[in-house]
């Protein structure tokens, strides 16, 4: 892609899921995400109704009455986008890959929190941590996080969820709110997320095709694993294949739900071809 396209490209989503973050996200993601943290701002004499267990007695003790601590919600909040830039997210059978929502959503999330004037960060991941930028605040920042979800090439095809989970955890030592935006194909990250979750605020955001939920009758077709490559000749007449297919796809969504759900972490999923914003101001709605 050259620079003139990338801009074009980086421009068109700027201005669709800017307007979209700023009408209608913006108050929701305020209200869901307040500020997690209380920060110490001053001790004051102690007034009749002051909780008793916020009497600072160093200072008591210094002037011979009571002083109580004063403390305020930290505001600032500091959000991860953990983006699976794997071969798996280039599929697509509508007219939009799983890869240009997931750019989309996490655009959208983007612009809400510089609205918010919190920091944004990115983390693509395939089987490892490809490229982490570290959380800022500002809209150069921002138009620099979309070019990468634009134009990064991974080096490889796989998912591992369980790894990129790890490298966040090592490299985020303050609590975050973390969106993870992946097809979740990949199992086996269950111990990791609950690790993650008990430091942070997260989320699983799953964009999925309707052909990964059952797949047509074709008759012999040659299926490509996206992430292997690996080529098979599948016989889709055979309901028992078409039945199998369904159940494997069943299984891995039930393991993404339970998963998150038990790691104490939010669920989204949304189908490439359904509004993304709906899905959104819904989860928004339903945590504030």
Same mark, same amino acid.
């Given at each position: 892609?050259?620079?003139?396209?990338?801009?074009?490209?980086?421009?068109?989503?700027?201005?669709?899921?800017?307007?979209?973050?700023?009408?209608?996200?913006?108050?929701?993601?305020?209200?869901?995400?307040?500020?997690?943290?209380?920060?110490?701002?001053?001790?004051?004499?102690?007034?009749?109704?002051?909780?008793?267990?916020?009497?600072?007695?160093?200072?008591?003790?210094?002037?011979?009455?009571?002083?109580?601590?004063?403390?305020?919600?930290?505001?600032?909040?500091?959000?991860?986008?953990?983006?699976?830039?794997?071969?798996?997210?280039?599929?697509?059978?509508?007219?939009?890959?799983?890869?240009?929502?997931?750019?989309?959503?996490?655009?959208?999330?983007?612009?809400?929190?510089?609205?918010?004037?919190?920091?944004?960060?990115?983390?693509?991941?395939?089987?490892?941590?490809?490229?982490?930028?570290?959380?800022?605040?500002?809209?150069?920042?921002?138009?620099?996080?979309?070019?990468?979800?634009?134009?990064?090439?991974?080096?490889?095809?796989?998912?591992?969820?369980?790894?990129?989970?790890?490298?966040?955890?090592?490299?985020?030592?303050?609590?975050?709110?973390?969106?993870?935006?992946?097809?979740?194909?990949?199992?086996? /990250?269950?111990?990791?997320?609950?690790?993650?979750?008990?430091?942070?605020?997260?989320?699983?955001?799953?964009?999925?095709?309707?052909?990964?939920?059952?797949?047509?009758?074709?008759?012999?077709?040659?299926?490509?694993?996206?992430?292997?490559?690996?080529?098979?000749?599948?016989?889709?007449?055979?309901?028992?294949?078409?039945?199998?297919?369904?159940?494997?796809?069943?299984?891995?969504?039930?393991?993404?739900?339970?998963?998150?759900?038990?790691?104490?972490?939010?669920?989204?999923?949304?189908?490439?071809?359904?509004?993304?914003?709906?899905?959104?101001?819904? /989860?928004?709605?339903?945590?504030?």
């Amino acid at each position: 892609m050259d620079t003139k396209e990338l801009l074009k490209k980086v421009r068109k989503i700027e201005i669709k899921t800017r307007r979209l973050s700023d009408h209608i996200f913006g108050g929701e993601y305020h209200s869901t995400f307040k500020g997690r943290g209380m920060t110490f701002s001053e001790v004051r004499q102690y007034q009749f109704g002051d909780d008793v267990r916020s009497i600072d007695w160093n200072v008591t003790a210094r002037y011979n009455e009571p002083y109580v601590k004063v403390f305020e919600e930290e505001r600032e909040l500091t959000m991860m986008l953990m983006v699976d830039v794997s071969g798996s997210e280039f599929f697509g059978t509508t007219n939009q890959f799983k890869k240009e929502i997931i750019t989309e959503i996490s655009a959208t999330l983007a612009f809400s929190a510089m609205q918010n004037n919190d920091k944004v960060g990115l983390l693509l991941f395939s089987d490892s941590a490809e490229l982490y930028i570290p959380p800022k605040k500002g809209k150069s920042h921002v138009l620099r996080i979309i070019r990468e979800l634009l134009e990064f090439k991974p080096k490889s095809n796989k998912t591992d969820i369980s790894e990129a989970l790890k490298y966040l955890t090592n490299i985020m030592k303050k609590k975050a709110i973390v969106f993870v935006l992946s097809d979740f194909i990949a199992e086996g /990250y269950e111990k990791t997320l609950k690790i993650t979750g008990n430091k942070h605020d997260v989320t699983g955001i799953r964009v999925y095709d309707e052909r990964e939920e059952y797949i047509p009758n074709l008759g012999m077709v040659q299926m490509q694993d996206a992430e292997t490559g690996t080529l098979q000749l599948v016989n889709t007449q055979s309901k028992k294949v078409r039945m199998a297919y369904g159940e494997h796809h069943r299984q891995r969504v039930k393991y993404f739900q339970e998963t998150f759900t038990k790691s104490g972490c939010g669920v989204l999923s949304c189908r490439v071809d359904e509004s993304y914003v709906k899905k959104l101001l819904g /989860y928004f709605k339903r945590r504030g």
